[in-house]
């Protein structure tokens, strides 16, 4: 059949794999809610669980599958290494969770020994698709991945802070009183302290906040709620562990979000880590920014004009991630 202009062969041209599979490391609170929310979306053919608990990972995708009846067609299963050969996504949510009081920055040493190793064994089956960064310190830990692994370009990315920019949206469209998902903003750097709200790329319907803002009238003093907007992101984490122990729920359902892109090839715009090449004369360090993410990873990172404030806070967080990276490499086997 003939495709229409911009169509591509069954939409998937980025992609090179049979079926939609997608292998979880990490069965714990956020591997196990991905995977469930995951199931629901209907992205996923095959999902396959591991878990170095492998009794964990067993029962998360026996209780999964009891609820097959429910979900759109999927299969769900524990997986092995041999897993790897033919996934279209491997995300990695193994290892260590914050405890009250701890940065994530501050779980680098114990989480990057881990990551390094489960990369080992899937660039050992020839994996042909996608690694997904979950485990924190995300962007730290992508860059270990994306160094360790040798893929081509792109094809290592973070998690980053699609989840923050979730949380802006989420409070800008409860303060606008407007539907989230006419909220378009990003989170850029670091998913972590030094991260920054790219107030210039905010907007509602194509009209900048600042502007959307005067004619609005729903804040007293704009400047004072977007200093406290912005802080609530950063905090929101500390927050929801000094509540609960760990978040799980609206990183599950990212993943599902970036997991999507990929696998349906869909150049989703997404505030995701990748390795910088030169985006805002940033080299050698990975931290989020707009990119677009097909079945081939990260395509492309969109360099949209920046403040010379945000700008600086961008330059910073990059600082702080390659001197985190500095300090993981005594560790290094
Ligand atoms: N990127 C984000 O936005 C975001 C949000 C929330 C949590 N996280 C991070 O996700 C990670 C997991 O959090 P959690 O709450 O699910 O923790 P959890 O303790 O519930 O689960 C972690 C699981 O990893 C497993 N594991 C440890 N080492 C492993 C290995 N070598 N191979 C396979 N599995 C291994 C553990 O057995 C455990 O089941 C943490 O690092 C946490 O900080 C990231």
Same mark, same amino acid.
């Given at each position: 059949?003939?495709?229409?202009?911009?169509?591509?062969?069954?939409?998937?041209?980025?992609?090179?794999?049979?079926?939609?599979?997608?292998?979880?490391?990490?069965?714990?609170?956020?591997?196990? @809610?991905?995977?469930?929310?995951?199931? &629901?979306?209907? *992205?996923?053919?095959?999902?396959?669980? !591991?878990?170095?608990?492998?009794?964990?990972?067993? $029962?998360?995708?026996?209780?999964?599958? *009891?609820?097959? #009846?429910?979900? #759109?067609?999927?299969?769900?299963?524990?997986?092995?290494?041999? /897993?790897?050969?033919?996934?279209?996504?491997?995300?990695? !949510?193994?290892?260590?969770? %914050?405890?009250?009081?701890?940065?994530?920055?501050?779980?680098?040493?114990?989480?990057?020994?881990?990551? &390094?190793?489960?990369?080992?064994?899937?660039?050992? &089956? &020839?994996?042909?698709?996608?690694?997904?960064?979950? @485990?924190?310190?995300?962007?730290?830990? @992508?860059?270990?991945?994306?160094?360790?692994?040798?893929? #081509?370009? $792109?094809?290592?990315?973070?998690?980053? @802070?699609?989840?923050?920019?979730?949380?802006?949206?989420?409070?800008?469209?409860?303060?606008?009183?407007?539907?989230?998902?006419?909220? *378009?903003? =990003?989170?850029?750097?670091?998913?972590? /302290?030094?991260?920054?709200?790219?107030?210039?790329?905010?907007?509602?319907?194509?009209?900048?906040?600042?502007?959307?803002?005067?004619?609005?009238?729903?804040?007293?003093?704009?400047?004072? !709620?977007?200093?406290?907007?912005?802080?609530?992101?950063?905090?929101?984490? =500390?927050?929801?562990?000094?509540?609960?122990?760990?978040?799980?729920?609206?990183?599950?359902?990212?993943?599902?979000?970036?997991?999507?892109?990929?696998?349906?090839? %869909?150049?989703?715009?997404?505030?995701?880590?990748?390795?910088?090449?030169?985006? =805002?004369?940033?080299?050698?360090?990975?931290?989020?920014?707009?990119?677009?993410?097909?079945?081939?990873?990260?395509?492309?990172?969109?360099? !949209?004009?920046?403040?010379?404030?945000?700008?600086?806070?961008?330059?910073?967080?990059?600082?702080?991630?390659?001197?985190?990276?500095?300090?993981?490499?005594?560790?290094?086997?």
């Amino acid at each position: 059949m003939a495709l229409a202009v911009g169509e591509t062969e069954a939409g998937m041209a980025g992609s090179h794999w049979a079926a939609r599979k997608v292998v979880i490391v990490g069965a714990g609170a956020v591997g196990s @809610t991905f995977a469930y929310a995951l199931a &629901q979306s209907g *992205h996923a053919d095959e999902i396959v669980l !591991t878990d170095v608990n492998r009794d964990l990972a067993a $029962g998360q995708a026996l209780d999964l599958v *009891h609820g097959l #009846p429910f979900f #759109p067609a999927v299969d769900v299963r524990l997986g092995e290494p041999a /897993d790897y050969r033919d996934a279209s996504v491997v995300v990695i !949510t193994a290892g260590a969770a %914050q405890r009250p009081g701890e940065s994530r920055l501050d779980l680098i040493h114990r989480n990057a020994a881990i990551v &390094q190793s489960i990369v080992d064994d899937v660039v050992a &089956q &020839q994996f042909p698709g996608v690694i997904v960064v979950a @485990t924190n310190p995300v962007d730290a830990l @992508t860059y270990v991945a994306e160094r360790r692994a040798r893929l #081509p370009h $792109g094809r290592v990315l973070g998690s980053g @802070t699609e989840l923050d920019s979730a949380r802006l949206r989420y409070l800008l469209s409860r303060q606008c009183k407007v539907d989230v998902h006419n909220v *378009h903003a =990003y989170v850029l750097g670091e998913h972590g /302290d030094s991260e920054l709200v790219a107030w210039s790329l905010v907007h509602i319907a194509g009209v900048p906040i600042d502007e959307y803002c005067r004619s609005c009238g729903n804040c007293a003093a704009w400047e004072v !709620t977007r200093a406290a907007i912005e802080r609530s992101v950063r905090d929101s984490a =500390y927050h929801i562990i000094n509540y609960k122990g760990a978040t799980w729920f609206a990183i599950g359902l990212a993943l599902v979000r970036i997991v999507a892109a990929i696998l349906r090839n %869909q150049r989703s715009v997404l505030s995701v880590s990748s390795l910088l090449t030169g985006a =805002y004369g940033l080299t050698d360090v990975c931290l989020s920014l707009p990119a677009i993410v097909s079945g081939k990873g990260v395509e492309r990172v969109i360099e !949209t004009p920046l403040l010379p404030r945000e700008l600086e806070s961008l330059h910073h967080s990059a600082d702080v991630l390659r001197s985190a990276i500095k300090g993981l490499e005594g560790d290094r086997p």
